[in-house]
């Protein structure tokens, strides 16, 4: 009961802290988009309602797009996500992103190997336009662990309020495990950049996992009454760099089972 008091005071305390960067973003102007990957039962949701749940929603919003209408597999393969990036005083959040072309597709065979090697080679590039534009971009990347997100799967099927939650994909996510690690060995190495670089979040914690990404964002954006930055000092054991992470994944990869997810 106590951590869980101290889970909910520590997690109301940085809600109003997002608040606080919320009234700066709007009053300066700012755009910002976050994006939220990572593998199906990360804790990429549960993050985001924490963020979003006290936000005022006429300038924070979540945009998670269904699978491509057939108009839009005709476009330019980034064109109806930058119909949602933000406009002056706005903050975005993307409950997966055009990233779905680096993991998901690949792997499920909805994209030609022709198509992922071109959007590893433009993504960096659309990417690097975004921020010389002004946007401010986070990347995170919800790191959780074969045997959790077995669990997790194992909860969406008995509880009825998760089983919306459950896929097709879902299913096959655990057989291909070792697909979606190459993919993302991949995906980082391509997209890692020093103007937009990956933040992951180890996430077999849920609770630790929100904590530690919301400080990260405050620590990232200068707002008017922050608190200290010892309050917004994450745990470096759950918040990793996109280039740490793939030192550990090279130093690994001919050992599958060590790799993290």
Same mark, same amino acid.
Request: proline residues 4%; contains cysteine; charged residues 30%.
């Given at each position: 009961m106590g951590e869980f008091m101290k889970y909910n005071e520590e997690i109301e305390s940085?809600? %109003?802290?997002?608040?606080?960067?919320?009234?700066? %973003?709007?009053?300066?102007?700012?755009?910002?988009?976050?994006?939220?990957?990572g593998r199906d039962a990360a804790g990429k949701g549960g993050t985001l309602k924490r963020i979003t749940e006290h936000l005022n929603p006429r300038g924070a919003r979540v945009v998670a797009l269904?699978?491509?209408?057939?108009?839009?597999?005709?476009?330019?393969?980034?064109?109806?996500?930058?119909a949602h990036l933000p406009a002056a005083g706005e903050i975005v959040l993307f409950d997966r992103s055009w990233y779905n072309r680096a993991m998901v597709e690949p792997?499920?065979?909805?994209?030609?190997?022709?198509?992922?090697k071109r959007f590893?080679?433009?993504?960096?590039?659309?990417?690097?336009?975004? %921020?010389?534009?002004?946007i401010?971009?986070?990347?995170?990347?919800?790191?959780?662990?074969?045997?959790e997100q077995g669990n997790r799967f194992k909860s969406r099927e008995t509880d009825p309020l998760k089983q919306y939650k459950l896929s097709p994909v879902d299913k096959q996510a655990q057989e291909l495990w070792d697909q979606y690690s190459i993919r993302k060995f991949e995906m980082l190495n391509s997209t890692?950049?020093?103007?937009?670089?990956?933040?992951?979040?180890?996430?077999?914690?849920?609770?630790?996992?929100?904590?530690?990404c919301i400080k990260n964002i405050l620590?990232?954006?200068?707002?008017?009454?922050?608190?200290?930055k010892k309050h917004l000092e994450f745990d470096s054991e759950i918040v990793i760099s996109g280039i740490d992470e793939i030192k550990?994944?090279?130093?690994?990869?001919?050992?599958?089972?060590?790799?993290?997810g």
């Open positions: 940085l809600q %109003v802290e997002l608040l606080k960067m919320q009234t700066h %973003v709007k009053n300066k102007g700012l755009r910002i988009a976050l994006i939220f990957e269904e699978k491509p209408s057939d108009r839009e597999k005709t476009q330019w393969y980034f064109q109806r996500y930058v792997v499920m065979g909805y994209c030609t190997d022709e198509q992922h590893l080679k433009y993504a960096p590039q659309f990417e690097q336009l975004l %921020v010389k534009s002004g401010k971009l986070f990347k995170f990347y919800f790191s959780v662990s074969k045997k890692n950049r020093t103007l937009t670089p990956w933040t992951i979040i180890r996430s077999d914690d849920k609770k630790k996992a929100r904590i530690n620590s990232n954006v200068d707002y008017d009454r922050k608190i200290s550990i994944m090279e130093d690994n990869l001919l050992n599958p089972e060590l790799l993290p």
